[in-house]
Every structure is written in structure tokens, then in C-alpha cells.
């Protein structure tokens, strides 16, 4: 019965540049079309399959070919470049960018993914040190091939019954980890800034489930709080869920950079007493420049008193509760009524993995979200429909992002997970103690994640006292070796300003595959592109 | 200078289920690092870079084989099976789902790989008629590869300057299919039902910008129009935007689904009249159910009128824009201030790559969602940083979408892309005759688009009058016959109700390499699975 296809007539042949085009057979019109306004309708009775055309296959095998060369095998080895510097002008020219009336070679094609690779930042360099995400582990990388090729959407088990089943355990798994012995919720979804509006919208629901259906116009002001140094998509969540910027109390840090609970409790005073509502606690626990850890167990105690809804934005340090050694960075998030945290940062799993977890096991999520559109959401289907996770997300189609950590959590274990998280702290500080020892470089603080801050300053300044102009010039010095860096390609890490602290380099470690030779050679380097400065 | 890995010594044997590990070597602790509370630093003077492990390069190379005979030559053929259907319970105890302390051999990871490929949905399969999408076009795959295997991220040219580029040129190309002639602004983004709540964010803070800071309660109330036909994201996208779904007035379509302008008046007079500020019009070319296009010049006539943002909401009908044969079904569509489309529906680049674009060009995309984060967008980078994107998008790290189309737009041309829009509605074409045709097949309405709706009438129906009695058997037939077809493997199609209209069949056309044959299989299949009901 399926193998109408397979009576194809012989095909006519084909050329290299339309080989993609399908084959047509014209036929004629069948009697019942005539008429209806579509002239010239253009019936095909039977195309070759796709897979039956010999050079499409050999495109993607080329393509194969090509990565595994040019990304797996090169981009990721030491002895190359991190980047290929060209402005935005000159690589305009360099790439052939234009998209015309007609088509072209396979060949063609394939060169644009060679400049493709060839022009991207290589994030799997051993040197790459310049986000809170680099390259992806290799079992991940699988992974999104395997899904990125089968193409599951997952609101309906009936579209991605694998992809259902692995959320759900993956999910599982990271509850465990925060310490939720009963269990909960989540959804993954593109990005921790779409995880902190999840807990920022299920915060408002819980409280006001009259939101849904009014809006905020019916509702008092309300109010949440997170400290100075949280990521700014706590800012973006509130001005996009109708909240305002000016709703999001920002709570003083510490020396370390650290949510200070008393300066908490006074925000929250302050909101009360100006007659707004207050109704969530945003702790970071990693916080995206200092690596800072709130603490978590400090704040639970006041969401308890004041009844707030405490999230956890653990997007960056969720990592550390693989880590018996770690783990107590984070300790009390197991009270916390959701934690967002993303395994494409630390746990390389590739870009976007990330979860928002929930406590409630009421069904929340869904109430919160669902829309229960009827021709995805079928009441009468076949099987358990529980499994139809599609009416928790803000999204419709929703990509496998899951797969990927589960095939690498399979190949390598919590074990080997532990210890990579392990050996990127170990890295982070064994690169502190580099910089306390050199001449030149000037320490932040001291890190308690892999976020390691230090200044560099070049001999001509050594011997200038600290006044506000030797700061005016040490803010120049980061941007000016940055630009030595990207232009010479020989690593990458970030730089920035922070309140009054001039520019200043932000390390970030997450690699397993970099050594201590890898952190004295970013040292040297430093040193080698600023020391005329 | 970058030479300093080759240097590695000779690594210790590795064995196979541990490749992954990388190579320790046991080292003295820096004398630095002594006491200062971290035990049994374990520092890694140097790793042997993961691509000399001769284990990685051997597994991604066999799992790139097993995609390439699996998914791209197997799964798309004809003579396999749509879907292994197993039931949650039964897939459960069939994966080997559970992630545990150690971690397993290559070949096991492998297998797992098979197994999440063989009970995947085959997307790609030519009978696949299930959901407004179908596996991708190779080049879109290629792409896909591409991006997954270099990680870029599109928050600033310096992580991500090829794809900042080339999202650049195709958001320009889409801008000049819908006939901006002076452009205007956009961005990727994760699905359709993210660029509808952009579009809602937009118009909001357009008309009232303190909006970002203030939050919605200290607005009045604000309400949006769109036809009972719309996706429903449009109402996720009001809850969570804090508008409420009670203020999303909805407006009656005509028989073929489409929005009433007249009705639309009268919602809009309703609102005003209860002292609501109207301020946005969601209009939809291409609805998810029928595949109707709303009258947009007729809705922008009235948008003018009242001052109101007009969206089109052209996520699945945008595609129609590349056909001078039926570009004519998004008439005005220039008109409008926003339009989302998703070129994974009907072009086939793979989810997810979805467009929203705005006419606007004074940078209110980024006035309305900027946090100006220190970390990533310096103000003293070296080189002009209104290449970095990132401040106008409310995710933070963003996938490289645009690659994917841009890769098969180059290989293909416009000119192929155009022929197999047109070819997707001829098909759908020639599938309404046969349904007109043949016994027991019962059209809901010629369709305008590749949503072909119809029910089937078993022969022991054929006779029954048609009473409500009549109609509510024929409720029953659709998930019946979706359950064997399932079960059956052989093809994969959509049924819901709709309204007041008992469940139907929803087929959706969109494959260039399905032809009248395959149309016919359809409807021989559904009697075949349904003939005895």
C-alpha cells in the first residue's frame, strides 16, 4: 500500500544547480480543475523523492564532511585562531550576501558554510573565555543533529513522543538536583530571560489569578525585587509583562556582590508603605559579571514572612548543584518556588537549553499559560493527554532542547558532570592565584564561581598613584586590548565597567579541556598586547 | 605563541567508555594555592585537546552516518512508516530513559540516537500532513548543522558577525516582499507566538511609551481586536503581557474565516463606548484552521482611521508573499506596521526561523525592549555597535534562525521558492476535486490556501439524514480514523472540531516533493482505515 511512490517513471536528467527543484512531469489537467480560475494548473503525479536525488545526498554528505573538519576537528584545536577579525563593513564585502532570482551550485552553497565557519568566533577554542556559554560538548552536538534533522515540535506527544518522555525525566532530574523531594514542574524554553518571565508571570498568577483574563489595568501596583546585580532580563521581563522598570525594586549587594537581606527587608517596607503590592523575590545565584551567589537560604526566610514568591535565577551557577564540593553555593534554593537554570552555559548542552522549574505540582503552569487551542489539544485523543506539555509554554511549536543534555547526561554521567564543574572552578582559581602573583594584575575579588575579574595595568601606569586619573586611564586599557585580541585572534575574553569600577577583564571558565596552561597563557597574553599601553 | 598544547605529553590509555573525560595529570598544588580552604586542588597542567581523542571524532562521525542513512535517506521515503507509534507507557519501558552516576559506552549513546530517531515522527516523510510544518529542506538542515556546531549567538557583532549580517539581508528581503519600499526593522526570534507578543509590546508602547517603566496600572484600559479565526497566541500573548484576555475583543469572521471589517467597527466603537483605549488590530493571513486571509487593506482603512497598530499575523500565509500567482491574498499587507512570518511553515527552513518585522525605522524595536547591559553592549567597543542586535530582541543569547533560510534562499533562489508555494497550492488544488469527487468525502469550503478541511462520511452514514444525531456520529469518525492511521504508521493528518462544525479532517500541503499521487493516497487511506466505522 506505501509503495506508490516507488513506480516512479525514469526521471529526466538533472542539473547540478536545479538539483533541489523535484522532478516535474506535466500531465494534463484533470477534468474536474478545469474551469476554477487556476489556469495553467500544474499537476505533478509523482516526484521523485528527494532522497532518491544523488546529489542532494552528496550535499549534505560534503556538508558533514566540511564540519567535521573545519568545526570539530580544527576550530576547537589550540593551534588556530578564536576569531577572524573583520568589521562589519569589510566582511560585507567578503561574503557573498545577496539573495537572487535564481539559484546556484551545491558547491556554491557549500562555500558559504566554509566562510560561515571560517568568520565565526571559534566558542569551542580552548581559548574562548568571553560568554557565559562556549562551544557545546560533542554527545551534545549529536544531539541537536539528531533533533535539528528529525525536527519534533513538542506540544503533543503525538508529535514528539520521545522528546516528551526525555523532558519529563531531564526535568526530574534537575528537581532532584535543587532538592524538590516531591517533585514539581517545568518546561524548557529559548533562553534563562524566558525562563525569569515564566517565574515572573506564574509569580503574578498565583497571586492574582484575575490577571489572566483583566490585565494589570485592574490590578494594584505591583512590586518585585532583585538585587543590583542580577542579569537585565529581570528589568525586560517587567517591562514586558506590563509591570514597569520602575516596579522592579533594586536591592543593594555587598562588597562580594551578593542580595543584602536587610536591604531586602527595607525595599520591602518601602513598597508596602507606598501602598504597591509586593510579590516576588528575584535571587541570582551566579550573577552574570561577579559570579555572586545570593543567599538563598537568607531570603527564603523573608519571601516565608512577607508571602512573596521566590525565584532562583540559577542560570549561570545551577551547575554548582552537580557538585558535592559546589553545591552549597546554593544552599536553600530547595525553598524556592521556581529557579530557572540553563545547561548550555556551564554544561555545555549547546544553545538554547534551558529549564524554568517549578515547585507547585497543582497544575499552576498550565492554568497560568494554556490556551487550550483545539486543534492541537484534541480532547478526545487516544492516549493520555497529560503527556501534551504544549499548553505550559507561551510558545507553540517548542524545540527538543532537552535531548541534547539527556544524550550527553547518558554518555557521560553525573559523575563526569561533577567533575567538570569541579575542574572549571579548580581552573578559576588557580588563574586567581595567577594574578595575585604577577605583576600588574589587580584582583576584584575573590571569585566564587568561575568568574574571575581582575584589571590589568600596564607598566607605564604601575607607578602612578591611585588617583581618579589613574582610573580614567585604566578604563582604557581593557578596551584597547580587547580590540589587540579580536584582531589578532589569539583569545577571547570579556571586559566591562560595573558601577564605579572601571573597565576591568570578566574570565569566565566552563571548559573541561582547558589546564592551567591554558590560564597562564591568557595571563601572558594579556600582558604581551598591553604592556606599551 | 599559540603552539603551547602541542607540547602535551603522551596521554595515559584511555578507555573507550571514558573518552570523554579528557586527560588528568596530577600535578603538585601551585604552592599559592595551599590553604586557602580548597582540598586536593586538582590541577590540570595540560589537557590533550578533546579533538586528539580519537573516541569523539569516531562518534560524532558514526552518528553523523547514522543521521544521513536514517533520517535523510530513510525517513523521508515513501515506502517507511509516518510514526512508530507507541503509547507513553509503553516508550517509556522501551527507552532507556533514566540518567544515572556513571556513564556508558559510545555505542550505547548511539543507540540511543537510533531509538529517539525510529520513534520520532518522520517530518520529513512525504506523507506527513499533520502540522503547519514538515521536516526541512536539506540546505536548511545544512544550515541548522552549521550554527549547532559553531554556537553563535546574536546579541553583538564581536560573538556573532556573520549571522549579524545575514540576519540583516534576509530580514531586508522579507521587509521587501511585503513591499516596504523603505524598509523598516525586525528580528528572530523563537516562534510565531513570540513575534506576535513583540507586535503587541510594540504597539503598546508606541501609543504609550511610559508604559516600560510604569506598567500597565498606570494605563487605562487597553484593548486589541482579532478575528475568533486567530491563533491563539494572540490571547497567551495578552495574559502575558498583562493586557488580560478579556481585552482582546474578538471579531467575527465570515463563512470562509475571514474578519469582518464591519464587525470589527462596531468591537471597536464598543471599546471606545466603555471608556477602553483601543490601540492594536491583529489580522491574520493564513489562519491555522482553515487557511483564511483576513481583508487586510480593507483593516487598514480602519487601523487609519482610529489610530490603531496594525499587525498581520502572516506566521503561515507570509510565504504566499513570494508568488506573483497569490501574492494577491495579503493585499495591503504593506500597509500594516508589523508582520510576523515564519519561514519554517511553508518554506520549509526548520524550526525554529520566524520573522517579525516592523515598518517602523526611528529604532523603536530597540527603544522598547533596551536594557543596555554593561556586560555585552559597551559603548567604547571599536567598532560600530549598531551591529550589535541584541538590545532590541528580549531574549539574551539568540540562535542564528536567519542562517538557515538564508543558506537555502541562496542555494534555491526566488525563483524555486516561488515555484513550490505555487506548486503546495496547486496540490491542495487537485486534493479539493478529488474530495468533491468522491464518494463520502465532504468539503467544509474551497479552501484559499493549502488547509484543505473536509470530513469523511463512512458508508453506514451515507444514508442517515442529516440531524444532529447524523453530525454527532460523525464527530466520532475523525479520531477514530486518526488513532488507526497512527497505530497504522501509514500517514499522519490533523482533525479538530470547529465552532459549531464536528471534527474534521485538516490536511496541510507544503512538501515541493509530494504529488497528485500522494494526494490521492490521502483520500484512498482515510476510506480504507474508515470504511468499516
Known amino acids: 500500500m506505501l509503495s506508490n511512490r516507488l513506480t516512479t517513471k525514469a526521471a529526466a536528467p538533472l542539473t547540478m544547480d536545479r538539483c533541489m527543484t523535484g522532478l516535474k512531469e506535466k500531465t494534463n489537467m484533470p477534468a474536474s480543475t478545469k474551469g476554477n480560475g487556476w489556469s495553467h494548473v500544474d499537476t505533478v503525479q509523482l516526484n521523485s523523492s528527494k532522497e532518491d536525488l544523488p546529489e542532494t545526498d552528496s550535499f549534505v554528505q560534503q556538508a558533514m564532511t566540511l564540519i567535521m573538519d573545519e568545526v570539530v576537528r580544527k576550530a576547537g584545536h589550540v593551534s588556530g585562531k578564536v576569531c577572524e577579525w573583520r568589521s562589519p563593513e569589510d566582511l560585507t564585502k567578503l561574503l557573498d550576501l545577496e539573495l537572487s532570482e535564481a539559484g546556484e551550485a551545491p558547491a556554491q552553497t557549500l562555500q558559504h558554510c566554509r566562510d560561515a565557519i571560517h568568520y565565526s568566533v571559534k566558542t569551542n577554542h580552548p581559548h574562548f573565555f568571553n560568554q557565559l556559554y562556549v562551544g557545546l560538548d560533542h554527545y551534545a552536538m549529536v544531539g541537536s543533529f539528531v533533533t535539528d534533522a528529525t525536527q519534533p515540535s513538542l506540544y503533543t506527544y503525538e508529535m514528539a513522543p520521545v522528546h516528551c518522555l526525555i523532558e519529563k525525566v531531564v526535568l526530574e532530574k534537575m528537581m532532584e538536583m535543587i532538592g524538590w523531594v516531591e517533585g514539581g514542574d517545568g518546561i524548557f524554553n529559548p533562553g534563562g530571560s524566558m525562563s525569569n518571565m515564566y517565574a515572573m508571570n506564574l509569580a503574578r498568577f498565583q497571586r492574582f489569578p484575575e490577571v489572566k483574563e483583566q490585565g494589570l489595568s485592574a490590578c494594584p501596583r505591583l512590586v518585585l525585587f532583585t538585587s543590583e546585580e542580577c542579569h537585565y532580563s529581570v ?42 503590592v509586593p510579590f516576588m523575590v528575584n535571587a541570582t545565584a551566579g550573577t552574570t559579571v561577579l559570579g555572586s551567589f545570593d543567599p538563598v537560604e537568607e531570603l527564603a526566610d523573608i519571601c516565608e514572612e512577607h508571602n512573596l514568591w521566590l525565584h532562583v535565577d540559577a542560570c549561570w551557577g545551577g551547575a554548582a548543584l552537580l557538585s558535592s564540593k559546589h553545591r552549597h553555593l546554593l544552599k536553600g534554593v530547595h525553598r524556592a518556588h521556581s529557579v530557572a537554570w540553563n545547561p548550555h552555559k556551564m554544561l555545555m548542552a549547546g544553545q ?10 497543582t497544575g499552576l503552569l498550565k492554568r497560568c499559560h494554556s490556551a487550550c487551542a483545539s486543534y492541537l489539544f484534541q480532547e478526545d485523543k487516544f492516549y493520555d493527554i497529560s503527556c501534551d506539555t504544549g499548553d505550559k509554554s507561551i510558545q507553540c511549536g517548542r524545540k527538543a532542547d532537552a535531548f541534547r543534555l539527556w544524550l550527553m547526561w547518558k554518555a557521560l554521567g553525573t559523575r563526569e558532570l561533577e567533575r567538570r564543574v569541579d575542574h572549571s572552578l579548580e581552573m578559576a582559581r588557580y588563574l586567581t592565584e595567577g ?26 601606569l604601575r607607578k602612578i598613584p591611585e588617583s581618579p586619573e589613574f582610573w580614567q586611564k585604566v578604563e582604557a586599557v581593557a578596551p584597547k586590548i580587547k580590540e589587540r585580541m579580536m584582531k589578532t585572534g589569539s583569545m577571547m575574553v570579556g571586559y566591562q565597567s560595573h558601577g564605579v569600577k572601571p573597565n576591568f577583564f570578566r574570565m569566565i571558565i566552563i571548559s573541561p579541556w582547558v589546564g592551567t596552561k591554558d590560564m597562564d597563557f591568557v595571563l601572558d597574553e594579556i600582558h604581551r598586547l598591553g604592556a606599551d599601553l
Open 435 to 460: 594574578i595575585k602573583k604577577r605583576d600588574g594584575f589587580r584582583l576584584l575579588m575573590e571569585p566564587e564561581y568561575t568568574n574571575v575579574c581582575f584589571w590589568y595595568i600596564p607598566p607605564s
Open 352 to 361: 538554547q537549553c534551558s529549564a524554568f522549574l517549578v515547585r507547585d505540582k
Open 235 to 276: 528589568a525586560k521581563a517587567a517591562a514586558f509583562l506590563g509591570i514597569g522598570t520602575k516596579n522592579v525594586y533594586v536591592v543593594p549587594a555587598d562588597q562580594r556582590g551578593k542580595m543584602i537581606p536587610k536591604e531586602l527587608e527595607k525595599q520591602i517596607r518601602t513598597a508596602i508603605s507606598e501602598g504597591a
